[in-house]
C-alpha cells in the first residue's frame, strides 16, 4: 500500500513541474486559454461582491430601524403596495404611547420596555434666511425618542421630557439640514422656519446615511408632539414606536403588544384587528427574494462566461494532446499507467484554470478596492467565501475541461503513439 | 544447470484486420531468449520486426499464443500489468531517440524510476550513475538540443538501463546516426552484454547486426533462420 502511494506522489509531482513547465514554454497560448477563466472569475466574484454589498447595505439599513424596536402603524410593512386594504382603518393616536406606557409599567414580566409617540410628514418644508430645504421629514415625539432611534448627536442636545411636556419650540436637525441650512455656521442656537412657525434648534445628528438608499435619515427635523401639531395638526401620520426588552423574543413582545393594542382599541376577541404591527424583518422577508433574484440571474450570466472559458480550454487540452502524441508514447513505454497520463493532463487544465482563478481574484480584489475609493457608497463587499468559492470554481472548471482531453490522451495505444509524426 | 529463459513464444501470433483482408503480421512464433543474449531480429520492411518488437516490449498484444516475459504470460494483462512490465522488465531504445527536449539528461534519464516511485535522492543518484556509465558523466544538465546524435542515444541506452531490466530492446538504434557513432553504439551495447545484459536489437542493416551474436531472420510473419555465432 506504502509504494502505490510513494509512486502517485511522485508522479503528482513530476505532473505538476510538467504542467508548470508546459505553461511557461507556451506562455501566450496560456495566456489566452486562461483568459476565459479570468474573465468568468472575475464576472463571478463582482457579482459575489456586488450581491455581498446589497446584503450588506441592507443590514445596515435594518439596524438603523433598530433590532429592538417594533412600530405600531396603520399599515403593515410586510403588504406595501396593498393600502386600500388599510385605507378605512382609524388612525392612531399619540395617546397610545401613554396608555401603553401605563400598562406595562404595571406588568413586571413584560417583555416590552417603552413606548414612544411619532407623527411626522415627508412634506416638511423648512427656511433659514433666503435658504430653503424642500421635503424634509419633520418629526414629532417626546423626550424618550432617542432610546427607540440610532444615531448619535453631533452638537447640542436632545429636548427634555419637560420641553416636550411643554409643547416647546424646540427642534433637533439631521445633518443633511444642518449643513443645507447652516453650510458656514453652527445651526444651534439659530431658529428656522417652518411654515409660520419658528423653531429653535438646540442639537443636530451626527451623518447616518440612508435607509436602503430610499428614506434619509439625516433629513430630519425632531420636534416636540406638540410643536409638530402646532404646525401641521393633528391629522398626520402617526407611529407608536415600542422598545423592547429581548431582541430575540420579538414574536413575545409582538404577541403581547398586540393584546395591548386590542385592549385600547377595545376590539372584541374574533374581531380582525385594525392596526399593524411592523418590524424591521418585514423589509427582509420582502427584499430577500428580490436579492435572491437577482444573485440567481448574475451567476447564471456570469456562470456563462466561465462555461465558454472552459470549452477553450477544453480545445487547447485537445490540441496539446495532439501535439504531445509522441511523449505520451514514450511516457508509455517507460512505464505510465493511464492514470498516470490522466493526472498529467488534468493536473495541466487544472493548473491553467488556477492561475486564471488567482488573476481573476486579483483583479477583482483591485476593482473592488478601485470602487470602494471612488464611489464609498456604491455596495461592493468582498468576502473570504468568494476568494475560496471562485478558486473551488476554478478548479472545477479546470476538471471539467481537462477531462475530456484527458481521457483520450490516457487513452492512446502506446505502440501507434510512439510512430506518431 | 540452466536458468529458464527470460522470453519464451509458443506459436505466438499477430493479425490485423485490413477491410476484409487479415494481415498476418506474426504467424505461429516459436522464440527464446535466454538471459545475457544478444541478438538482431533482422527482416526487409513488412517482415514483423517492428511487430515482434512491440509484443517483447508489452507496448502491444499477441492475437493468440504465448508470449511468457519472466514466467508472466504478457498475453493475459491488462493495460495497468504491461505498463508495470514495461517498466520493470524492459528498457527501450529508439531509433529516434525520444528523449523529452525541455527536460536535462539527469531529468530524462530518471523519468523510468519516478513511475516506479523511487525516492527523488535515490533517482538521482541512479540517474547519474547511469549516464557515468554511458560516459556521460559531464554532461548531466544538458539538454537534448546541446548534445550530438550518439551523446543522445547514450542517454537514451542509460535511459534504459536505469531500472535493471530483464531485457534492454532497441529498436534501429544506429538508424538515424553516421557510421562512426553508431560503432561507438554498438560498442557500448557490447559491453553492457558482456557484463551480463540482456539484448535484442531490430535492425536491417547486415553491419549492425554482426555486432551480436545471435541473428534471427524473419520474413512474411515467420522466423526464417535463427542462427548463433
Not at chain 1, 419650540?169 to 455656521?185: C, H, R, W
Not at chain 1, 419658528?198 to 451623518?207: F, L, M
Not at chain 1, 414574536?251 to 376577541?269: F, Q, S, V
Not at chain 2, 522488465?89 to 516511485?117: D, M
Request: net charge positive; with cysteine; hydrophobic share 40%.
Amino acid at each position: 500500500m506504502k509504494v502505490p502511494f510513494r509512486q502517485f506522489r511522485y508522479e503528482s509531482v513530476e505532473s505538476l513541474k510538467m504542467a508548470l513547465f508546459q505553461i511557461k514554454a507556451n506562455k501566450t497560448r496560456s495566456f489566452l486559454t486562461a483568459l476565459g477563466v479570468i474573465i468568468g472569475i472575475v464576472s463571478i466574484t463582482m457579482m459575489g461582491t456586488a450581491i455581498n454589498g446589497i446584503d450588506l447595505g441592507f443590514e445596515k439599513s435594518l439596524s438603523m430601524l433598530g433590532y429592538d424596536v417594533i412600530y405600531v402603524q396603520k399599515t403593515s410593512w410586510s403588504t406595501m403596495g396593498q393600502w386600500w386594504r388599510y385605507r378605512n382603518r382609524p388612525d392612531l393616536k399619540t395617546l397610545y404611547a401613554e396608555q401603553i406606557n401605563r400598562i406595562i409599567t404595571d406588568n413586571p414580566r413584560s417583555e416590552l420596555l417603552l413606548a414612544v409617540p411619532q407623527i411626522s410628514t415627508y412634506q416638511a418644508s423648512a427656511r433659514y434666511h433666503d435658504r430653503i430645504l424642500e421635503q424634509v421629514f419633520a418629526l414629532g415625539t417626546n423626550g424618550d425618542y432617542p432610546a427607540t432611534a440610532s444615531g448619535t448627536l453631533a452638537t447640542g442636545r436632545f429636548f427634555t421630557p419637560g420641553e416636550s411636556a411643554g409643547d416647546e419650540m424646540v427642534g433637533v436637525i439631521g445633518d443633511d439640514v444642518a449643513s443645507g441650512l447652516f453650510p458656514n455656521e453652527p445651526a444651534v442656537g439659530k431658529s428656522i422656519q417652518i411654515r409660520n412657525h419658528r423653531i429653535r434648534i438646540i442639537g443636530t445628528y451626527r451623518k447616518q446615511g440612508k435607509f436602503l438608499g430610499l428614506f434619509s435619515f439625516d433629513n430630519q427635523i425632531i420636534m416636540p408632539v406638540g410643536a409638530f401639531q402646532k404646525i401641521y395638526g393633528k391629522e398626520m401620520f402617526i407611529t407608536i414606536r415600542v422598545k423592547i426588552r429581548y431582541q430575540q423574543r420579538v414574536e413575545e413582545a409582538k404577541e403581547e403588544l398586540l393584546g395591548i393594542m386590542r385592549k385600547i382599541r377595545r376590539l372584541p376577541p374574533g374581531k380582525e384587528v385594525d392596526f399593524s404591527i411592523n418590524e424591521q424583518k418585514a423589509f427582509k422577508s420582502q427584499l430577500d427574494p428580490i436579492k435572491n433574484g437577482i444573485a440567481i440571474a448574475g451567476i447564471f450570466i456570469t456562470g456563462m462566461s466561465l462555461f465558454v472559458g472552459a470549452i477553450g480550454i477544453m480545445n487547447i487540452t485537445f490540441v496539446s494532446v495532439k501535439e504531445r502524441t509522441r511523449e505520451i508514447g514514450l511516457r508509455k513505454a517507460l512505464g505510465a499507467r493511464r492514470q498516470t497520463i490522466l493526472l498529467q493532463f488534468l493536473i495541466e487544465s487544472v493548473m491553467i484554470c488556477l492561475i486564471g482563478g488567482f488573476v481573476g481574484l486579483l483583479t477583482s480584489i483591485i476593482i473592488t478596492f478601485a470602487i470602494e475609493k471612488v464611489i464609498p457608497d456604491f455596495p461592493v463587499r468582498f468576502s473570504p467565501d468568494l476568494v475560496f468559492a471562485s478558486l473551488g470554481v476554478s478548479v472545477i472548471t479546470g476538471i471539467i475541461s481537462g477531462l475530456a482531453p484527458a481521457i483520450s490522451a490516457s487513452r492512446l495505444e502506446p505502440a501507434d503513439s510512439l510512430r506518431y509524426e | 544447470m540452466q536458468e529458464p529463459p527470460v522470453i519464451i513464444m509458443k506459436e505466438l501470433c499477430k493479425f490485423y484486420e485490413m477491410g476484409d483482408q487479415v494481415v498476418r503480421a506474426l504467424d505461429s512464433i516459436n522464440l527464446d531468449f535466454r538471459k545475457n543474449d544478444y541478438a538482431a531480429i533482422m527482416g526487409p520492411s513488412g517482415s514483423g520486426k517492428s511487430t515482434l518488437m512491440n509484443i517483447i516490449g508489452c507496448l502491444d498484444t499477441p492475437t493468440s499464443g504465448i508470449y511468457e516475459l519472466n514466467g508472466q504470460n504478457v498475453a493475459e494483462m491488462n493495460d495497468d500489468e504491461l505498463a508495470l512490465a514495461r517498466n520493470r522488465e524492459i528498457g527501450f531504445v529508439f531509433q529516434t531517440f525520444n528523449l523529452l527536449p525541455r527536460l536535462n539528461c539527469l531529468r530524462n534519464v530518471e523519468l523510468p524510476l519516478i513511475y516506479a516511485g523511487v525516492p527523488p535522492e535515490e533517482r538521482n543518484e541512479r540517474a547519474a550513475e547511469a549516464l557515468r556509465k554511458v560516459g556521460l558523466g559531464d554532461r548531466m544538465t544538458h539538454k537534448p538540443s546541446e548534445l550530438s546524435g550518439g551523446q543522445i542515444q547514450r542517454v537514451a541506452i542509460a535511459r534504459a538501463l536505469i531500472n535493471k531490466p530483464s531485457i534492454i530492446l532497441a529498436d534501429e538504434p544506429t538508424g538515424n546516426l553516421d557510421t562512426a557513432t553508431s560503432h561507438d553504439i554498438m560498442n557500448i551495447f557490447g559491453t553492457l552484454s558482456e557484463v551480463g545484459n540482456t539484448i535484442i536489437l531490430i535492425t536491417h542493416e547486415e553491419d549492425i547486426a554482426r555486432y551480436t551474436k545471435r541473428i534471427i531472420r524473419l520474413r512474411d510473419g515467420k522466423i526464417e533462420s535463427d542462427s548463433r555465432k
